[in-house]
């Protein structure tokens, strides 16, 4: 049997247990890069959230001969940085009566306001800023077509965000006053 003969020198126990130090504190330094990454993934995924829309309530109404639909929307901003929707447009899907679909895109009407609102409410006028975390609840009008106002299958209001994500909301059955 032969006996293995280990000479033990201080020099290499020394660069022994500095390896295992550096080692070790790679490894610390590892996770702390990866809880970084995630702290700022978490923080970038905050400051540029969407803006969530939330229908309340639509009407169609008359007025002057002329058919409205108007719809009353909560938008808000669950980022931490001011977000903004340009233009509200109105997108109508229509089916006529052979079953071709067909698209109308309308522009708000402003500073118009449902009947018998009585003011009580904000009013939307096409585009609109919101604050960082903040809510705004208020009205948006668009007159419908003659042509379309009895085939209209979805009503859809969509805008941009000011990082061109497209926010919308859709309603198929809109109440008469």
């Not at 700022?40 to 169609?60: C, G, M, P, T, V």
């Not at 001969?65 to 938008?75: E, G, Q, V």
Request: glycine residues 4%.
């Amino acid at each position: 049997m032969e006996i293995i003969n280990i000479k033990f020198n201080i020099d290499n126990v020394i660069a022994l247990f500095i390896s295992i130090i550096a080692i070790l504190i790679s490894i610390l330094g590892y996770c702390k890069a990866v809880q970084s990454y995630n702290i700022s993934k978490k923080q970038h995924d905050e400051r540029y959230s969407s803006i969530s829309a939330n229908l309340i309530n639509s009407f169609k109404w008359v007025k002057d001969d002329c058919t409205y639909i108007s719809f009353l929307i909560n938008f808000t901003n669950l980022s931490t940085v001011p977000n903004s929707l340009s233009m509200l447009m109105l997108n109508l899907e229509c089916i006529d009566g052979y079953g071709n679909v067909s698209k109308v895109l309308l522009y708000p009407e402003n500073n118009l306001s449902p009947i018998n609102l009585y003011n009580n409410s904000n009013i939307f006028n096409g585009s609109l800023n919101l604050s960082e975390r903040n809510t705004e609840t208020g009205w948006i009008s668009y007159k419908i077509p003659a042509a379309v106002k009895n085939n209209v299958d979805r009503y859809t209001v969509e805008s941009k965000d000011s990082l061109g994500r497209i926010v919308s909301i859709s309603a198929h059955i809109v109440n008469r006053i």
